[in-house]
Every structure is written in C-alpha cells, then in structure tokens.
C-alpha cells in the first residue's frame, strides 16, 4: 500500500521517480510524458440565488459540519485520524441530510487528495476502471494520491464491490463510500475488511437549530415564526439537515408580516416521509424495538413503534404474525389466553381490513405486553429438540405402545399400561420416556401469572412419580 505521507503531497513529486521499464527498446527516443491530470477548473461565482439553499450552505471546513462531534469534534475518529497523517478507506454510514458528501469532499482537501466522485447509480464497471486507471495515473504523474468518493456504494453488487480491493489495498485510491444501509448487510466482508466504518448521526435538535439560524443569516431575515412552529419546523426536518433547508426556501418567499403557527406549516409544508424500508434494515429495528419492549413488559414504548410500523407503510400482518409468535414465546403458560386472543386479532384484521382491524392490533400489543412473561415453553422447545437429536431413534417404553394386534399383545405391546383416569388424581405417575434413558426435567415453569399454579401441580406430581420408583 502506498506510504501515507505520499497520500497527502509529501513524498517527492514524478522527477524523483524512475520511468517504468518498457521492455527491450530499439530506440533511445523516449516517449513523451503524458499530460498531467488535473481536477477540473471551475470559475468562481456568487452563488446564484437558484442555487439550492443546502448546496450555497455546505459547510467549507471540518470545523463547520454539525452534529458529528463523535467523528469530527476535538477527540473525534477523523480528527485523531487527520492529526496523526493517515487517512484510511472508509464506508460513511447515516441518513439522508446528515453530511457524508460534504464530509468526504473536505476530508480530501484535509488531506491534499485529489477529489473523485462516482454514484453507484449511475456508474458501472465502465466507470470504475476509468476512475482507477485515472487515479493510478495521477499518482504516477503528479506524485498526488485520489480520494475516491462512492455515494450509494450499497448499490453495487458483490462482484462489483469486490473490484475496489485491488485498489484499495495498492493505495490506488482512498476509498470513501456512503450508504444509509447497514454496511453489515449491504457490503461484502471483504471490502469491509479494508475500510474503517464511521456511523454518522441524524442531526439533534440543536444541530438544526444552529444550521436554521445559519440559513436566515444568509436569506437576510429571521423567519417569521413562533416558538412552537419553529420547533415543529425542526421536528418535520426528522434529522435531515437538507430537507430542512429545503423547507426554509419555501419559507423565505411568504409575507414576512404574518407569524406562522404549527397548524400553518402543516397546511403549507409536508412532513418528511418516515424512514422506512420494508424488506432492509429499518424494517428489522423497528420490529425489534416492539418485540423488546414488550418483553419489557412496556406497552406505551409498544404502542409506539407498532405505530411508527404502520405509519411507515409495513404491512400490519407481518405485525400480527409477530405478535402471535411474541404470545408464544415470551408470554407462554403464564398467560394462556394470549395466543389466542393474538390469533383472533390477526383474524380480525384479517375480517375488518385497514383502518378498523388495526385497533384489535393495538388491543394485543397491550395486552401483550402488560401480561405476565414466561419463555420457559420456548427454552423447553429447545432443550427437547436438543435431546431428540442427541437420543437419537429410541423406542416407546413398550407399555404406551398400542398393540392393535395378537402378535403385537404376545410380545408385550401395551403390557402394564395405566389407564390415568382412573387413579387418583388422574395421575399413575408412569414413565413414559424410552426404556433406560433417565427422565429429562425440560419444562421449568416460572412462577407468574398461571404458571405459578402449573409448576405447583408439577411440583405435586414429581413427588407422587418419585415415590412409585424403585
């Protein structure tokens, strides 16, 4: 890989290197040096007043972005990581609006790189090779190391993706790539083997604030809001720093006269939709989030993430399977009504359809999660399907066997079997594990809700079955 130092403009420039072999020459003419690869000269203007207002406020220094202090602030990642002279690949993983473009554009000019950039949705392999090919041959020509930038890298395939290693690894390029998928998914191990992982923050309320303050110094004028319609402003924003902005353009042009109410920015704003995907990560958070909180026996934190599901567009019988395997798992014997009355709501729905069967959903997440919690069926699931692949194929103890046959009967089919109903109790308290496998206790019920009466009749009836051995 190549030496950092020559990554930021330290190491000598093309004359201290040697020309690469060409081969065995008939000539001592030697070939002309080719053209220095230079970034693009772009002419200096005021910023038009069409520019979008996000791109006329991109910050213009490290110091400037918000709401990074993790990565960028006096102990950041990436401060540390500029302060010691190196710079590694890196995969930028945040939501939308929250700075990973502009972080990459000045982490290169930081660190004297040449600054590339390709989108995975609009570039293939093509494109690709051309950005390496260029890279190699800057480096060669002007000493100058390429940071290349990936936005959506998640986009390119796994096979696509394994061509950056090469690369990478050479020194070629440093590789900054942006996704909002979790990388864990979206990106082969091998790539992310060679890349550093910065997780990037959706911008806190204040972090909005300061950029709203920012866009009015720029537009000229405060804009004309009251306390609550500025928060809800920001609130609409969702931690998106350029939908923000976006809203404040829409802004600047109503009378400056009249004082806005949250109930005006309704009617003249939309909401930023919710970040949701029903088949990517957000999908399997959000479901995570309302499994555990009603493990945590918690049905307001319940409430809302079922509601942040179906505000995000999932499908409410995903939601009801999951509540019926929750009622399953996690409530279990302590409260025997909650599997059916899961079932009956997914039924319900099911009948009623949307808007009126999710209520019947809303009635199991808090029943659910306010009902007393068991997994001990679930661990003894477990624990059975671990010992019947460890047993093996061993037989019924022959006096449970059905012995519909003479020859099944003569050979002891049945023989010595206890009809329960008709012992005390309705219990004989018979073994009824193979012969000569020692019995196995897998269900350790709990003592809430109606397990607790369970396990004192188990209790009972353990006692009755150790007094019958011999």
Request: charged share 25%; with cysteine; proline share 7%.
């Amino acid at each position: 890989m190549a030496d950092m130092t020559d990554l930021f403009g330290t190491n000598p420039g093309p004359a201290g290197r040697e020309p690469p072999s060409r081969g065995n020459t008939q000539s001592a003419r030697q070939p002309s040096p080719p053209r220095p690869i230079e970034a693009p000269k772009i002419p200096a203007r005021s910023p038009s007043r069409t520019q979008p207002l996000a791109d006329r406020l991109r910050p213009k220094t490290l110091e400037e972005v918000r709401g990074q202090d993790h990565l960028l602030g006096p102990e950041g990642t990436l401060t540390r990581m500029l302060a010691r002279g190196t710079l590694s690949s890196l995969i930028l993983w945040g939501g939308p609006g929250c700075g990973k473009t502009t972080i990459a554009r000045l982490l290169a000019g930081k660190a004297n790189l040449h600054y590339a950039q390709i989108s995975a949705v609009f570039s293939g392999v093509a494109e690709l090779r051309k950005a390496f090919e260029e890279a190699d041959r800057r480096q060669d020509v002007t000493g100058r190391g390429t940071l290349l930038f990936v936005d959506e890298i998640h986009r390119f395939n796994r096979a696509q993706q394994d061509g950056f290693l090469p690369y990478v690894e050479r020194g070629t390029v440093v590789l900054v790539g942006a996704t909002t998928e979790n990388p864990s998914f979206a990106l082969n191990a091998a790539l992310l083997s060679r890349c550093q992982v910065l997780v990037l923050n959706r911008l806190d309320d204040a972090s909005l604030e300061a950029l709203l303050t920012h866009a009015e110094k720029d537009v000229g004028h405060r804009l004309t809001l009251d306390r609550e319609a500025r928060a809800s402003l920001r609130a609409m924003a969702d931690g998106d720093g350029r939908y923000l902005l976006n809203m404040v353009e829409q802004l600047v042009v109503l009378d400056p006269d009249r004082e806005l109410t949250p109930k005006d920015l309704a009617a003249l704003l939309s909401r930023r939709a919710i970040l949701y995907d029903r088949d990517r990560e957000e999908h399997y958070n959000l479901i995570s989030a309302l499994h555990k909180s009603l493990r945590g026996s918690d049905p307001d934190a319940g409430l809302y993430w079922f509601a942040r599901m179906l505000e995000g567009g999932e499908d409410p019988r995903y939601i009801a399977r999951r509540l019926t395997r929750f009622a399953a798992e996690d409530v279990g014997q302590a409260d025997p009504n909650a599997l059916p009355m899961a079932v009956a709501a997914w039924q319900t729905y099911e009948r009623l359809g949307s808007p009126e069967g999710e209520l019947a959903l809303a009635q199991v997440v808090v029943h659910l999660a306010t009902a007393p919690k068991s997994n001990a069926v679930y661990m003894a699931y477990k624990a059975a399907r671990k010992l019947a692949r460890e047993t093996g194929s061993r037989m019924p103890p022959s006096h449970i066997l059905n012995a519909p046959t003479t020859l099944m009967k003569d050979i002891g089919y049945g023989k010595g079997y206890e009809y329960d109903h008709d012992s005390e109790d309705a219990f004989s308290g018979q073994n009824y594990f193979p012969e000569g496998m020692e019995r196995v206790s897998l269900y350790q019920p709990t003592d809430r809700g109606y397990e607790g009466r369970i396990r004192k009749l188990l209790d009972i009836r353990a006692a009755k079955r150790a007094s019958r051995d011999p």
